[in-house]
């Protein structure tokens, strides 16, 4: 008898996406997006802009107060003598210090490794073997939203791996990757697990709190229960989108990219003994890792805790080692599978591994040289500071109701996240202002927290000033080659819209029902 699995039977084919106006609205948002010129070219056109922009406004006089300087805010021109020597001078550091480049650059050398020996589909076999196909979506933005705690691995680990895990189920990869970057990115502020964010937030909100009471603290989880809660809701929205509207409207869009050959649909045969045996040497070496980890980080005087003691603090060594733990958790068990697999025969095989996967991004660099130059220019001219200052003010003057100024705060928030992609640089502008004035109408710094964590979070999916957008764009290319910006903000913006109004009634909802936001975190101020 012969022991040879019979092959898995072809998935049913998706639904075609209904052509109502929905629809149609998306495909026309695709078209529009996908006339914008290229991602590269578009930081070009946009730092163009803001240095006229810049020069323009210098001149003028404002009224609001940065609360970085507490002095009125300035637009520095970018257009001046000055401002060009340092924008020249600085050029080649601003690459290079761009914060993406060097995460996606080391976490993937790691990846690649464990993917150029075959370790990660080994694994995707053994996990699509005990996961039903109806249940890969919410799995997958379980996961997303559990990588906050890892700071930015989401993006460049979670995402691309949303992709190959839809493509070896027999859905459509871009489907995974839209998943992928919701869970992640659209879902940002959502997470059962506290992480250096929480600390990081609670220290601007009590420095806003402090400008009208000196006295008050303010708990680095006041907002735990809520994201926790948050959680789920995310997890349920993301599911139904990508089942009910993204996938049906996907299958329309062939994949026709060439895939890499360790993608070829015959990674779904059955392993043989000697790679059965391969994975489970390269799971005990990742297990060696965690755990060689956690007896590291265990004892009181570790040097992976912060000077308080903490571990997921901002300042810990351990946070701060995310992206090195990443490239040696995956480098590790994919040396170990590719030496025992016989996929890799020498050092030879390892360090061609790495080559091939920094080749794939030769592209990003493109895109993230330009991004990185653009993203300097808008910092230095203060325009987003502007913009977020004058939003802030407008809101503090129409003094709305204590419900309505609270989804005020969200949208508000919302809006100049489509400019400023980084949460804490946002809370730094936003914090001085909106805390103080909702604490005199009598609205609790915790709840305000929260209410900027749901703004932040839900439009981090649709703007390509996201700083991690272009590599999304990437990934979705290595599967659909005409894949551009208006193709991915098309494939997001039913993820954005629902999260924004689902997740503002939620706080709502949550509000009246008194549920606690979190530790020590009352509604109400006094």
Known sequence: MSSKQPE???????????????????????????????????????????????????????????????QPIQVQSQLSGKAITEFLSAMVPTFTGFHPLGVVLVALLGVGIAEHSGFINAGLKKLLAITPRALLTPMLILVAIVSHTAADAGYVLVIPLGAVIFQAAGRHPLAGIAAAFAGVSGGFSANFIPSSLDPLLQGLTQAGAGILDPERAVNPLCNWFFCSASSLLVMGLGWFITDRVIEPRLARTPVD???????????????????????????????????????????????????????TASAAPLMRAIVPLIFLFFLVPGLVYGYASG?????????????????????????????????????????????????????????????????????????????????????????????????????????????YRVGDSTTNIITPLMVYFPLVVVFCQKYVKSTGIGTLVALMVPYSLTFLTAWSLFLLVYWQLGLPLGLDAPYVYP
């Open 8 to 70: 898995q039977s072809p998935p049913p084919p998706l639904p075609r996406a209904p052509a109502g106006w929905a629809s149609r609205a998306l495909d026309a948002l695709e078209k529009a997006g996908n006339r914008l010129p290229d991602p590269a070219l578009l930081f070009v056109v946009l730092a163009a802009v803001v240095v006229v922009l810049s020069a323009a406004l210098a001149p003028l006089q404002f009224a609001e107060i940065d609360p970085r300087t507490k």
């Open 343 to 451: 996929a890799f025969k020498s050092h030879r095989d390892v360090i061609g591994g790495m080559s091939k996967t920094m080749s794939t991004m030769a592209y990003y660099l493109v895109m993230a040289f330009f991004a990185a130059q653009f993203i300097y220019l808008f910092n230095k001219s203060n325009l987003g500071a502007l913009l977020a200052l004058k939003g802030a003010g407008a809101l503090k003057a129409m003094a709305l109701p204590s419900t309505v100024t609270i989804v005020g705060a969200i949208l508000l928030t919302a809006a100049v996240n489509l400019l400023i992609g980084s949460a804490s640089a946002k809370w730094a502008l936003l914090a001085p202002i909106l805390v103080p004035m909702l604490m005199s109408l009598g609205i609790s710094p915790e709840l305000t927290q929260a209410a």
């Open 257 to 311: 990219a060439a895939p890499e050959p360790e993608q070829e649909p015959q990674r779904m045969a059955a392993l043989t003994p000697r790679e059965a045996r391969a994975l489970w040497l390269g799971l005990g070496a990742l297990l060696a890792c965690v755990a060689s980890l956690v007896a590291a980080s265990a004892p009181a005087s570790s040097p992976l805790r912060a000077p308080s003691g903490e571990l």
